[in-house]
């Protein structure tokens, strides 16, 4: 799996002029899958950005976690993520996961984040979405399972 991470203060995400998923403070997640990808991989990216410490504590210093300051996150499935650009002009997806395995690892890193009692958001899986941020710093992390 590969998460763009990105601090905001707000953020929101449309499909067909209707919005589907707000946050206010927290994360905006693009995450893309890969064939290779299973449960393992959902459940360590969960833990790692639940316990990511990129929030200022009272001295300016970025110690706390989103847990700490009870931030939300909205997840946008991207499997633009898996684009590969090295040759041609064109990028080859043919490192993302297929729909149908692509939905049910995305599905379950949401689950797994919920479980750990952050609210989360989504976009619509395969949809044309619309996503709206404000960034936070701005902060932007790439997070990796393998």
């Known amino acids: 799996m590969r998460i763009v991470v990105q601090r905001s203060k707000t953020a929101s995400v449309t499909v067909d002029g209707v919005v ?3 946050i206010d403070k927290g994360f905006v997640l693009l995450v ?3 064939h290779e990808d299973a449960e393992a991989d959902a459940a360590f990216l969960a833990d790692k950005i639940a316990n990511l410490r990129v929030f200022e504590d009272d001295a300016g210093k ?8 009870g931030g939300e996150i909205l997840s946008v499935s991207q499997f633009t993520l898996y684009g590969d650009c090295r040759k041609g002009r064109r990028p080859n997806f043919m490192d993302a996961a297929r729909p149908e395995h692509a939905i049910e690892i995305y599905e379950s890193f949401n689950r797994l984040l919920r479980d750990k009692g952050i609210r989360v958001e989504t976009g619509v899986f395969g949809a044309m979405m619309d996503v709206q941020l404000v960034n936070d710093g701005p902060v932007t992390l790439i997070l990796e399972s393998k």
């Not at 970025?62 to 300051?69: A, R």
Request: proline residues 0%.
């Open 62 to 69: 970025m110690n706390l976690s989103l847990l700490d300051v």
């Open 32 to 34: 893309g899958v890969t």
């Open 20 to 22: 589907v998923g707000h």
